[in-house]
């Protein structure tokens, strides 16, 4: 079978010139010209995709080539038919509720890191800093490299070197009665280490990019985790993967 596929070609780049300019964008949204949209249309595959995302490499499936007994799973938003969206989140700090319920929270792995409400990255930088307070890391103003980066007593290497001082997130998501699907983001989907070995804070105000009320997860907070996007049954699922073992033993 040759499929026929439309695609497109875009010709100016906002927000403009960028030391990392794309080459183009894979077409996977939920509308009807997307490639796996298209590839239903045509028989050729289940208008399900997925991705598993890991730090070093990482893979792409088309179709229902998965094993769904390991997947959590929520509904999409109907309020968001042009993303993948799933609504009436809560978020948690290390295990516990901040207060903040109902949220809108969208899934786009097309976003290098993840976007907060001004209201809740606020909250968030509160909730870090007294978590940090009397601990060695010290806030690093002369690093640029995320709006909020901390050194250690000497340069860190790994996520791994900083688990031990910051606490784990999630959303829950409410899937039904009385049934929640928990979305967790450990230390490791937050944080970066910068070229100066200090670890910076990969969630960013969403509200100074225009995201209003909107709440995004982006690549940083999908690393090690099976994503899939099923948009026949409208759901979204997430699994715990090594996304890098996946890779070198899949023939996808």
């Known amino acids: 079978m040759s499929p026929r596929l439309t695609i497109g070609c875009g010709y100016d780049q906002l927000p403009g010139a960028s030391d990392h300019p794309l080459d183009g964008v894979f077409g996977l949204g939920r509308g009807k010209s997307s490639i796996v949209s298209q590839l239903r249309d045509q028989g050729v595959v289940k208008n399900i995709f997925g991705h598993c995302i890991g730090g070093q490499g990482g893979f792409l499936f088309l179709g229902d080539v998965y094993d769904p007994s390991r997947i959590t799973w929520t509904p999409m938003s109907r309020d968001h038919t042009k993303h993948y969206a799933a609504g009436s989140a809560e978020l948690r700090f290390g295990g516990r509720s901040t207060g903040f319920k109902n949220l809108d929270v969208i899934f786009d792995s097309g976003s290098s890191?993840?976007?907060?409400?001004?209201?809740i990255y606020h909250a968030l930088l509160t909730l870090i800093h007294k978590e940090l307070s009397g601990k060695s890391l010290k806030?690093?103003?002369?690093?640029h490299t995320l709006p909020f980066c901390w050194r250690g007593k000497k340069p860190f290497k790994s996520t791994r070197d900083v688990r031990k001082y910051f606490k784990s997130l999630a959303f829950s998501f409410s899937s039904g009665w009385r049934s929640k699907s928990q979305f967790e983001i450990p230390p490791e989907g937050y944080l970066i280490i910068s070229s100066k070995g200090n670890a910076c804070l990969g969630i960013l105000n969403g509200t100074d990019v225009g995201l209003n009320n909107v709440n995004m997860i982006g690549d940083i907070s999908m690393q090690d985790k099976l994503l899939v996007y099923d948009n026949e049954?409208?759901?979204?699922?997430?699994?715990a993967a090594n996304c890098e073992q996946h890779l070198r033993s899949s023939s996808m």
């Open 113 to 119: 890191y993840s976007y907060f409400t001004s209201q």
């Open 233 to 239: 049954k409208q759901s979204i699922g997430w699994a």
């Open 139 to 143: 806030e690093a103003t002369d690093d």
